[in-house]
């Protein structure tokens, strides 16, 4: 297996405030599947997607309501960021960055929303952009289509994000760091994410790692 990991941009960060590590990449590419494995608290949006996928659970995947309530909400202007993708809307609220008081937090999002976070985010006194971390997971095409496949997605379904992987790929030169995830073993992907996360937890401490 090749898993390899590059960085891909300087960032001039704010070292003593916690992150979120934004994993950015095309559907299939085992970024939730990755979040899990890393363990620290995950930023979870909602979603009005209402067909809940198996082995998924309202709350642990993604907050689950109607368009209906997301549009309500969003009269209310609770959303801090909000973003549209495959015909369903997604939001978080400030409500779900609480835990970033003390602890690095991971986040699953595409990079339309990520730019549309790191907006976001500067809605909150005390929080910026600085904060904010992007991962690219690179998974071959085949690899792509196999845990699509997998994940119990129609063909109609499977086509259009197929489409859509190739618009993602484009994002890869613009995020922090490169990891490179293939033939359905995520092991030395998480892995290597942790060493990011680790070396800046080390800069944040001011010690060697």
Request: glycine share 8%; aromatic share 8%; hydrophobic share 35%.
């Amino acid at each position: 297996m090749k898993v390899s990991i590059s960085k891909t941009t300087s960032t001039n960060s704010t070292t003593h405030l916690n992150k979120v590590y934004c994993l950015i990449g095309p559907s299939g590419a085992g970024k939730s599947s990755i979040a899990r494995e890393i363990g620290l608290p995950e930023v979870i949006s909602y979603r009005t997607r209402q067909k809940l996928r198996p082995g998924e659970v309202n709350g642990v995947d993604g907050h689950f309501i109607s368009r209906e309530e997301f549009l309500e909400m969003k009269k209310q202007n609770l959303w801090i960021t909000e973003t549209e993708y495959a015909g369903d809307y997604y939001g978080i609220t400030q409500g779900e960055l609480l835990e970033l008081e003390n602890s690095p937090m991971i986040y699953v999002i595409d990079w339309p929303g990520l730019e549309l976070f790191r907006e976001g985010i500067e809605k909150i006194e005390g929080y910026s952009r600085d904060q904010i971390v992007s991962i690219f997971i690179h998974t071959p095409r085949k690899d792509l289509e196999s845990r699509m496949i997998r994940q119990g997605r129609n063909k109609e379904e499977i086509r259009a994000r197929l489409d859509r992987a190739d618009r993602d790929y484009a994002a890869s030169s613009k995020c922090d760091y490169v990891v490179v995830n293939e033939n359905g073993d995520i092991k030395n992907a998480v892995c290597e994410i942790l060493k990011i996360i680790l070396s800046d937890m080390c800069l944040k401490k001011e010690i060697s790692c």
